[in-house]
């Protein structure tokens, strides 16, 4: 980490750095779950090692660089967290639960903006790469399925993780701000004549 950054931006970063490792070794067990537990890349019509590819090219390559900007001071990089954050909230956490209840459809928020497009985006198999993007976007419904227990520890896990690295991203970010704001200048003296 730069030395020349703020000591608080500095401890902030320190703990989105460890939340960063923790939630990705977490997505990643929620992933391989996904891959061989549930078998969704038979959903999405294609093979186990193109669905973890697709994974490893999505989450292991622009994230991890996000969190090296944002060690170095960069907003960008810290953007970059917050949104890897905000994607794992939902697809490594919140998403699972809702299968729990029965709730088996997409977020439903770009599928809605997409409608308002009249772009109509229902049978998401079959794209390849673009499967598994659209996948977690929440494009689609995933068929009926159930999860084990495990998954299900992991995905509460995820969901603590990932928020908590949510609220330290939006921190940091707040002090980065702070910190780019000018200083206050102080007003003129004004002398007294005598």
Known sequence: MEKNLSPRYQFLVSRI???F????VFLWLHIIDDAVITNEPA???ISTFDFLLACALVYAIVPPFGLWLARRGSAVGLIIVLLYALQALYGGGINHVRHIFGD???SQI???LLGNLGVNVTDIRGHGFFTVL???AGLGITPPHEHILASTVIAFINIALN????VFCALALYVWFQNRRP???APPEQSVAG
């Open 17 to 19: 750095t460890i939340l």
């Open 21 to 24: 490792v923790l939630s990705f």
């Open 43 to 45: 959903w999405y019509g």
């Open 104 to 106: 088996f459809r997409g």
């Open 110 to 112: 770009l599928p809605l």
């Open 134 to 136: 659209m996948g977690m």
């Open 163 to 166: 928020l908590t690295l949510v």
């Open 183 to 185: 200083a206050p200048t």
